[in-house]
């Protein structure tokens, strides 16, 4: 059975930083893309970036570029977000979802994790 | 704003069909690029519903089916249950952003 269990969340003062691990299990973590995505309270989907299977292939939207990276380790299968400069608008629930495929090609999300709160207030 | 458009809400009795549109631009549904729907109960995380414009995983009713043509795409469920009461995206690839990119959802009433 397919887990995907993020942790890492909380409160965080604007321009600080939290990073977002995403633990996963039942499946060969390394064959797969991997994705983040956002959901603001009360707001809709939205992406937020993506890695390959092997890491070496990075995407992200244009509202985190250069502010947040995404990283993967294959060995621990543990998908991470190091979210930098934090904004208020960047308060939402992240979800890890995974791809269907090793290469990112921003397909369908075929299991999502729980998801995590991360609140940017001062 | 968001790139693909849905409408806010639908609502249907129970055993009625009722259907979801999700309109996009030449950059995303135009473009080729295939439709995907996600089924958001309440409380809970995004669930895939359907993938590649018309098919079910393993395990969701046959009830929910979905189409696509020209820069739009469609959710129909059939013979509505109260389960079904949810919020519903559509998602599909932006070549204009190079990213993923969803509907705003819709919230779907079973009266």
């Known amino acids: 059975e397919v887990q995907l269990l993020e942790s890492g969340g909380g409160l965080v003062q604007p321009g600080g930083s939290l990073r977002l691990p995403c633990a996963a299990s039942g499946f060969t973590f390394s064959s797969y893309a991997m994705s983040w995505v956002r959901q603001a309270p009360g707001k809709g989907l939205e992406w937020v970036s993506a890695?390959?299977?092997?890491?070496?292939?990075?995407y992200y939207a244009d509202f985190v570029k250069g502010r947040f990276t995404i990283s993967r380790d294959n060995s621990k299968n543990t998908l991470y977000l190091q979210m930098n400069s934090l904004r208020t608008e960047d308060t939402a629930v992240y979800y890890c979802?995974?791809?269907?495929?090793?290469?990112?090609?921003?397909?369908?999300?075929?299991?999502w994790g729980q998801g995590t709160l991360v609140t940017v207030s001062s | 704003q968001s790139v693909l458009t849905q409408p806010p809400s639908v609502s249907g009795a129970p055993g009625q069909r009722v259907t979801i549109s999700c309109t996009g631009s030449?950059?995303?549904?135009?473009?080729?690029?295939?439709v995907h729907w996600y089924q958001q109960l309440p409380g809970t995380a995004p669930k895939l519903l359907i993938y590649?414009?018309?098919n079910r995983p393993s395990g969701v009713p046959d009830r929910f089916s979905g189409s696509k043509s020209g820069t739009s795409a469609s959710l129909a469920i059939t013979g509505l249950q109260a389960e079904d009461e949810a919020d519903y995206y559509c998602q599909s690839y932006d070549s204009r952003l190079s990213a993923a990119v969803f509907g705003g959802g819709t919230q779907l009433t079973v009266l």
């Open positions: 030449s950059s995303n549904i135009g473009a080729g690029h295939d």
């Open positions: 979802a995974k791809d269907p495929t090793r290469g990112y090609s921003g397909s369908y999300l075929d299991y």
């Open positions: 590649v414009n018309s």
């Open positions: 890695i390959s299977g092997s890491g070496g292939s990075t």
